[in-house]
């Protein structure tokens, strides 16, 4: 699961619907924000942040998910305001770029010493941040060692379904991760067949990048919306796609599992994404992401118990 920090701490009542669903992992999210897509400044484990978006948070969701033996993936998350795409954060100068690079390893190394000190399973060391990695190759190979030097779990990172074929540090980690929004179908209501031939294309270039490294593919977030056409951009969280459609988020979540989870090359995935209050959220008028009290929620259950 991808689970979403929030404002409170969690206690029993908000981690037994993750063991319910049969859930092994959680992705905890603690969160650095920037200004603007040109801004350096990385501002993170704040008083002004949500409770489970800092380091006391993410430790504090981490040891309540530990008593269920939930195991942890760490995946620090940045946000731009006005929701802009953190694939597209570029520098304009040489200046900004070393004060991003240094607001950067101040965010990252700060949680890669929280997952050290939790033996955390997984520590991912960045999502969706394409530009930022093309124009910097250097410092991202010195970053890993940086994490290495404190960090000695497993890593990955969280690429973009449509980034993921050029990120150049794959050998220096774990996991391929993924972050798999990939369009599998055009149509309005998809079935388990049209997507099931939608991915085809897209598990060939997946395995052969798994080939190409010899590591396992890891979906550091997969997931569909409850909504008309949830295969056809699947990226997409814009509201006024707001037509509830249940079976459609079904399909397109069953045929994943069909497409990857028997494959021994393929690690799993976290969905996106899970609230704590699990009572308080989804349901069948939802339109958004979450599988939350919705029919799909019994399809995680069933295929999570199969694993």
Known sequence: MSFVASRDAVNET??????????????IMPFGFVRNLNNPEIIHNTDRQWFG?????????????????IKVMIKPQIWVWHGEFTGFIEMKNE?????????????????????????????????????????????????????????KGELTYAANWDEFKRTPFWSQLDYIGVDAY??????KTPTVEDCLKGWEK?????????????????????????????????????????QVNLEAQTNTTQALFETFWSEDWFAGGFIWKW?????????????MFTPQNKPVEALLRKEYKNE
């Open 95 to 151: 200046d900004d770029w070393k004060a991003l690079e240094e607001s950067y390893s101040s965010f990252i190394l700060e949680y890669a010493e929280l997952a050290n000190e939790v033996n955390a399973e997984i520590f991912c060391i960045g999502t969706e941040l394409e530009k930022f990695i093309e124009n910097r190759p250097e410092y991202w190979n010195g970053l890993i060692e940086k994490i290495k030097a404190k960090y």
């Open 53 to 69: 978006e800092t380091r006391a948070g993410a430790k504090q969701y981490i040891g309540e998910l530990r008593k269920k033996d």
């Open 275 to 287: 609230f704590h209050k699990h009572d308080k959220v989804g349901g069948p008028d939802n339109f």
């Open 14 to 27: 908000h981690v037994n619907p993750v063991v319910n669903v049969n859930a092994n992992y959680a992705a």
């Open 202 to 242: 897209h598990k060939q270039v997946i395995f052969s990048l798994h080939k190409k490294h010899d590591k396992p593919i890891l979906f550091t977030e997969y997931g569909y919306r409850s909504v008309d056409y949830s295969g056809k951009t699947p990226w997409v969280s814009d509201r006024s796609l707001n």
């Open 182 to 187: 990939f369009p599998v179908s055009d149509s």
